[in-house]
Nanobody
Framework: QVQLVESGGGLVQAGGSLRLSCAAS????????MAWFRQAPGKEREFVAG????????YYTDSVKGRFTISGDNAKNTVYLQMNSLKPEDTAVYYC???????????WGHGTQVTVSS
């Protein structure tokens, strides 16, 4: 099994920044893609940002484009999410996910809380 550990969450005022980190450990090999999802209270989990290592293509949900940047290191199965200009609506538990085969996310972290105050 693979373990994913997120870090970097916390409380920040609107307009501030946070940088989330995620690293895979255990019986791992290089992944096809990694991504960040989030789930706000009373809402379903949604895709936030992802990176596929072939060509380092990145993808973002419309609400975070221009504010969030995903990056990572395929050799280490690590991924980061730089979050700038945070808004209260960004408040959620953020989850890291890894896709080893392509097409679906095989493992998930336990999440890290991000709270943005107005």
């Amino acid at each position: 099994q693979v373990q994913l550990v997120e870090s970097g969450g916390g409380l920040v005022q609107a307009g501030g920044s946070l940088r989330l980190s995620c690293a895979a450990s255990g019986r791992t090999f290089r992944s096809y893609a990694m991504a960040w999802f989030r789930q706000a209270p009373g809402k379903e989990r949604e895709f936030v940002a992802g990176i596929s290592w072939s060509g380092s293509n990145t993808y973002y949900t419309d609400s975070v484009k221009g504010r969030f940047t995903i990056s990572g290191d395929n050799a280490k199965n690590t991924v980061y999410l730089q979050m700038n200009s945070l808004k209260p609506e960004d408040t959620a538990v953020y989850y890291c996910a890894i896709d080893f085969r392509g097409g679906s996310y095989d493992y998930w972290g336990h999440g890290t809380q991000v709270t943005v105050s107005s």
